[in-house]
T-cell receptor, first 114, second 108 residues
């Protein structure tokens, strides 16, 4: 079965550079979530989209932005990167908007800022 | 939004049942209980979810108390590959809020 695809899997950037992470949801899933997981921490919710519109916002820094495109894939844009942005970034997708729909996670993008 | 409380760690012998508890005393009537696990920096893996009835799938069983203030995830025959951090999440809207979870160690 198709899963959530994230690219790239690994990314190394220097401070103050920009990065773009991509997420391709499971086919026919219309909701995408982004999470950040720092070393030794639990996943923290950043932002989510439903039908290409932002549906919820968590602890996403102002330097980050995201969008969901017409084909439902999503991109997380990160600017003015800081050392503290080094983390695993997970994308998840679900097949419906609501409280009874499970979300499936991708394998993540490991971002290292040097 | 409801919060959950889980023991920080548990051990289980290989081949035995692992019973992971979760308290969610402030859960509201239409909120679901979800369980995910994360194996060593892989993406969180969905296990099971339920509203008020007990649920079972190929991975686990979920027992929710009648007052819905707590639940237990049961892995019937734990294997070494079940060693992971298990997260109990009450879903209140569009996203899933991860708490500290329970680190389950399955011992040979």
């Amino acid at each position: 079965a198709a899963g959530v695809i994230q690219s790239p899997r690994h990314l190394i950037k220097e401070k103050r550079e920009t990065a773009t992470l991509k997420c391709y949801p499971i086919p026919r899933h219309d909701t995408v979530y982004w999470y950040q997981q720092g070393p030794g921490q639990d996943p923290q919710f950043l932002i989510s989209f439903y039908e290409k519109m932002q549906s919820d916002k968590g602890s996403i820094p102002d330097r980050f932005s995201a969008q969901q495109f017409s084909d439902y894939h999503s991109e997380l844009n990160m600017s003015s990167l800081e050392l503290g942005d080094s983390a695993l970034y997970f994308c998840a997708s679900s097949g419906g908007h609501g409280r009874s729909t499970e979300a499936f996670f991708g394998q993540g993008t490991r971002l290292t800022v040097v | 939004d409801a919060k959950t409380t889980q023991p920080p760690s548990m051990d289980c012998a290989e081949g035995r049942a692992a019973n992971l508890p979760c308290n969610h005393s402030t859960i509201s009537g239409n909120e679901y209980v979800y369980w995910y696990r994360q194996i060593h920096s892989q993406g969180p893996q969905y296990i099971i979810h339920g509203l008020k009835n007990n649920e079972t799938n190929e991975m686990a069983s979920l027992i929710i108390t009648e007052d819905r203030k707590s639940s237990t995830l049961i892995l019937p025959h734990a294997t070494l590959r079940d060693t992971a951090v298990y997260y109990c999440i009450v879903n209140y809207g569009q996203n899933f809020v991860f708490g500290p979870g329970t680190r389950l160690s399955v011992l040979p």
